[in-house]
């Protein structure tokens, strides 16, 4: 048994104002109450970003598609427009939700993203003005995030993480 700690396995995200980012903000907070995230997992290592997706890691192997439907029958899947203001920026550290329509996928930014994913950094879709929402910043626990980021992925584009990291819980402080 080792007399070191064991390295934090946490990582704390603060909240966008909901004056700023109102939609993408309570969609959020209604996917972390509603434990949607529960079980789920960090799936992708972009290089850029970290991405979470409703997809089992090995405690929870063969939920993946209860997972996705939760999401699903809720209908907290995504986000109903792209919603973005410029007091958030992509900057390292940042949360946001991918794709378009935005969700239930969220991603931590491993490098300043402002160009790539803010407004008009998306060229290949419909309205390349659009940018992906960023409704947070991790306050706390950064080693766990850049832990993540220096984990191995599978050979190909899509960047898939060899071994999925689970995400035990996720909680309102």
Same mark, same amino acid.
């Given at each position: 048994?080792?007399?070191?700690?064991?390295?934090?396995?946490?990582?704390?995200?603060?909240?966008?104002p909901?004056?700023?980012?109102?939609?993408?903000?309570?969609?959020?907070?209604?996917?972390?109450?509603?434990k949607?995230?529960?079980?789920?997992?960090?799936?992708?290592?972009?290089?850029?970003?970290?991405?979470?997706?409703?997809?089992?890691?090995?405690?929870t192997?063969?939920?993946?598609?209860?997972?996705r439907?939760?999401?699903?029958?809720? /209908?907290?899947? *995504?986000?109903?427009?792209?919603?973005?203001? @410029? !007091?958030?920026?992509?900057? $390292?550290?940042?949360? +946001? =939700?991918?794709?378009?329509?935005?969700?239930?996928?969220?991603?931590?930014?491993?490098?300043?993203?402002?160009?790539?994913?803010?407004? /008009?950094?998306q *060229?290949?879709?419909?309205?390349?003005?659009? @940018? !992906?929402?960023?409704?947070? $910043?991790?306050?706390? +626990? =950064?080693?766990?995030?850049?832990?993540?980021?220096?984990?191995?992925?599978?050979?190909?584009?899509?960047?898939?993480?060899?071994?999925?990291?689970?995400?035990?819980?996720?909680?309102?402080?």
């Amino acid at each position: 048994m080792s007399d070191q700690p064991s390295p934090p396995s946490t990582f704390v995200i603060e909240l966008a104002p909901l004056d700023s980012m109102p939609h993408s903000v309570h969609l959020f907070l209604e996917m972390v109450s509603r434990k949607f995230w529960d079980g789920c997992s960090f799936m992708r290592n972009a290089h850029h970003v970290i991405q979470a997706s409703s997809v089992p890691y090995h405690k929870t192997k063969g939920t993946g598609p209860a997972l996705r439907r939760a999401f699903e029958e809720s /209908g907290y899947q *995504s986000v109903s427009f792209q919603e973005y203001h @410029a !007091d958030f920026p992509h900057v $390292k550290y940042t949360v +946001g =939700f991918a794709g378009r329509p935005g969700g239930p996928d969220f991603y931590v930014s491993t490098v300043d993203n402002s160009r790539n994913h803010g407004p /008009g950094g998306q *060229s290949g879709y419909a309205d390349p003005t659009e @940018a !992906d929402p960023c409704f947070g $910043k991790v306050v706390e +626990g =950064f080693d766990a995030v850049d832990r993540m980021h220096s984990m191995p992925v599978k050979p190909g584009w899509y960047n898939a993480m060899e071994e999925n990291v689970g995400i035990a819980y996720a909680k309102i402080l």
